[in-house]
Antibody, heavy 122, light 113 residues
């Protein structure tokens, strides 16, 4: 059974960089069929897609985040990571990693991590 | 960007009754080349990650009870829970995967009346 697990600091200071890692187990990240993505949910709000990465390093991200996003992959460890720079209180959210099918970079999310709350505060 | 609009924001339904959630996309998510609608539905319970219910607008994910069904095409879609159970209390989201950025609807909260 595929499992995804987010890890990283739960508290980040304003203007600093949020860094999270997602570890995939029970399957390989190096599959041609899937992308690996990040989604977040601010308190009391809906879901927002942040971006996704393919095992070869190809990425798509959400332009609404104004180029603050860097997503990388480490196939040797079956991990992918998110960096979000210049954070503000508006970036406080539960961050999920998830897998989606590769339909030219798009897809529905069939496996999700449990999510991790990241709070931006001094 | 494709904007996904859900209605209603919330609804309260009696146990055993039907719940209907609507989702409208700002442009068609139907790919003419394969006649598939790039639309998924998720159930999100408090403290848990979202769970995939439906993809291709009407294909039920493995293990999802058959009281959940999806319908619609083009820009208008519906998720129906035919007989609401207590464990169905959750927020439901639609998502388009026709193009990036991938976008979700605002969510519909389903409660027991």
């Amino acid at each position: 059974q595929l499992q995804l697990q987010e890890s990283g600091p739960g508290l980040v200071k304003p203007s600093e960089t949020l860094s999270l890692t997602c570890t995939v187990s029970g399957g390989s990240i190096s599959s041609s069929s899937y992308y690996w993505g990040w989604i977040r949910q601010p308190p009391g709000k809906g879901l927002e897609w942040i971006g996704s990465i393919y095992y070869n390093g190809s990425t798509y991200d959400n332009p609404s985040l104004k180029s603050r996003v860097t997503i990388s992959v480490d196939t040797s460890k079956d991990q992918f990571s998110l960096k979000l720079s210049s954070v503000t209180a508006a970036d406080t959210a539960v961050y999920y990693c998830a897998r989606h099918y590769n339909y030219v970079g798009c897809g529905y999310f069939d496996y999700w991590g449990q999510g991790t709350l990241v709070t931006v505060s001094s | 960007d494709i904007v996904m609009t859900q209605s209603p924001d919330s609804l309260a339904v009696s146990l055993g009754e039907r719940a209907t959630i609507n989702c409208k996309s700002s442009q068609s998510v139907l790919y003419s080349s394969n006649n598939k609608n790039y639309l998924a539905w998720y159930q999100h319970k408090l403290g848990q990650p979202p769970k995939l219910l439906i993809y291709w607008a009407s294909t039920r994910e493995s293990g999802v009870p058959d009281r959940f069904s999806g319908s619609g095409s083009g820009t208008d879609f519906t998720l129906t829970i035919s007989s609401l159970q207590a464990e169905d209390v959750a927020v439901y989201y639609c998502q388009q995967y026709y193009s990036t950025p991938l976008t979700f609807g605002g969510g519909t909260k389903v409660e027991i009346k």
